[in-house]
T-cell receptor, first 114, second 119 residues
């Protein structure tokens, strides 16, 4: 079955720690994205990658970092520089980054800072 | 800059009836795509339907249809024959070739509408 997996489902972080959220897809999609969702809000783009070994900042990249070493994987690191990291994080992918392309989402990771 | 507006924070519908969820958008790009997603309480975003700016006909996918009025910049989602499982948050989103800055091809989301289906 093709799809997008995210792990872990729930993540707890102490202040000052870096944590990494996993995102894997087996859809053979070139483009991948990370979004953040706060309670009662829509999604905001953190980072995106149109192709392996390339990625770009989105609207709220400060305090986050990513890598794209493999087509299937796009991990997101939430660093200690992110002031308010408690949120729901969603990873998505699409065939490419054309505006007509549908983005498909993973099940999400809920991050809580203790 | 792109903007999506969903003016209905919450909507209620009786099971088996139809419901319309409103969405208006703003963009200066002539080319764009409009998407609707469903987010149940589990959190996953489920793609429902897509409408391209150059599409002449309204998109339909099973019980979902998109009422696209380009001149009014509206893209309302119509759900026919509502089911209890339709209770969820619904998001309208837009994607354009150049969304400003470096956010090429990003999805811009509205605030969402919570739909509750009553038995």
């Amino acid at each position: 079955d093709g799809g997008i997996t995210q792990s872990p489902k729930y993540l707890f972080r102490k202040e000052g720690q870096n944590v990494t959220l996993s995102c894997e897809q087996n859809l053979n999609h070139d483009a991948m994205y990370w979004y953040r969702q706060d309670p009662g809000q829509g999604l905001r783009l953190i980072y995106y990658s149109q192709i392996v070994n390339d990625f770009q900042k989105g609207d709220i990249a400060e305090g986050y970092s990513v890598s794209r070493e493999k087509k299937e994987s796009f991990p997101l690191t939430v660093t200690s520089a992110q002031k308010n990291p408690t949120a729901f994080y969603l990873c998505a992918s699409s065939i490419d980054s054309s505006y007509t392309d549908t983005q498909y989402f993973g099940p999400g990771t809920r991050l809580t800072v203790l | 800059a792109q903007k999506i507006t969903q003016t209905q924070p919450g909507m209620f519908v009786q099971e088996k009836e139809a419901v319309t969820l409103d969405c208006t958008y703003d963009t200066s790009d002539p080319s764009y795509g409009l998407f609707w997603y469903k987010q149940p309480s589990s959190g996953e975003m489920i793609f429902l339907i897509y409408q391209g700016s150059y599409d002449q006909q309204n998109a339909t996918e099973g019980r979902y249809s998109l009422n696209f009025q380009k001149a009014r910049k509206s893209a309302n989602l119509v759900i026919s024959a509502s089911q209890l499982g339709d209770s969820a948050m619904y998001f309208c989103a837009m994607r354009a070739p150049y969304a400003g800055g470096t956010s090429y091809g990003k999805l811009t989301f509205g605030q969402g509408t919570i739909l509750t289906v009553h038995p």
